[in-house]
């Protein structure tokens, strides 16, 4: 496995890995127990918005967690009056915020908002806002193009793996930027061909929606997959 980008919120590596296994992990991202406020109990409501929308919009504020917190519920509440936005990050209680500035209404001069918000664990398969993140992914390409592109592909593409070879280069797409339909648009453009060769790695991207870190959705969803498969071969021993 090679790094190819990190941050907070995004991971981005290559990896020699069969796109079934890839698929099935991808697939238990939604697996991953997380936090979200499940019910809210508004008592005032000055705002423009309906009860109905100002609990949703409240569900879907991304909470921070930390590990073994996963049978931890929780409650939030937020008391505020005057004039202005009343944003995520005035939610207090058991747990943090991830995101502070996220606009949930407004009020005006005198009006107030006043509810306390229930948190629980669940998991996106059951609604989007348990959901920790998403991951994607793609191959890796190798891509041979004539000469001429070269200034142009490396101008756009600063950190790609490019190659000469006689009057050809040869660039390999394995970066956090999808370089293929660049190149394919400009050959398109001079009437050129392009050849292109799918390798066997996959550029795996993770993105995480601020609960937990990338690297944690990454390793959660296999640990999630891994217990899901071990009870089906349980349940197959049994029956055989």
């Known amino acids: 496995m090679d790094k190819v980008f990190q941050s907070e919120e995004q991971i981005v590596f290559t990896a020699k890995i069969d796109e079934t296994i890839a698929n099935s992990i991808r697939r238990y991202v ?24 100002i609990a949703h ?23 505020t009056k005057g004039e202005g936005v009343v944003y995520s990050g005035n939610l207090k209680g058991d747990f943090e915020v991830a995101y502070k500035n996220i606009p949930l209404t407004i009020l005006s001069k005198n009006k107030e908002l006043e509810f306390s918000a229930f948190v629980k664990f669940g998991k996106g ?27 142009e592909i490396k101008r756009t593409f600063p950190d790609a ?54 690297n944690e959705i990454f390793k959660k969803s296999i640990d999630s997959l891994k217990k899901d498969l071990l009870i089906l071969s349980k349940e197959i021993d049994k029956n055989i």
């Open 125 to 151: 398969i059951e609604h989007s806002k348990f959901s920790p993140g998403f991951m994607f992914y793609r191959n890796v390409v190798e891509l041979t193009l004539d000469k001429e592109f070269y200034e």
């Open 57 to 79: 919009r409240t569900g879907l504020v991304p909470l921070k967690q930390k590990g073994g917190e996963e049978k931890k519920t929780g409650k939030l509440k937020i008391e």
């Open 30 to 53: 939604n697996h991953i127990p997380v936090a979200a406020v499940d019910e809210v109990e508004i008592s005032k409501n000055d705002s423009p918005l309906y009860d109905e929308a």
């Open 161 to 214: 793996e490019i190659k000469e070879k006689g009057n050809k280069i040869i660039l390999i797409d394995n970066k956090k930027r999808d370089a293929a339909d660049f190149c394919d648009g400009l050959a398109d453009k001079k009437g050129k061909k392009i050849e292109s060769e799918k390798k066997d790695e996959l550029v795996i991207t993770l993105e995480s929606f601020g609960q937990i870190t990338p």
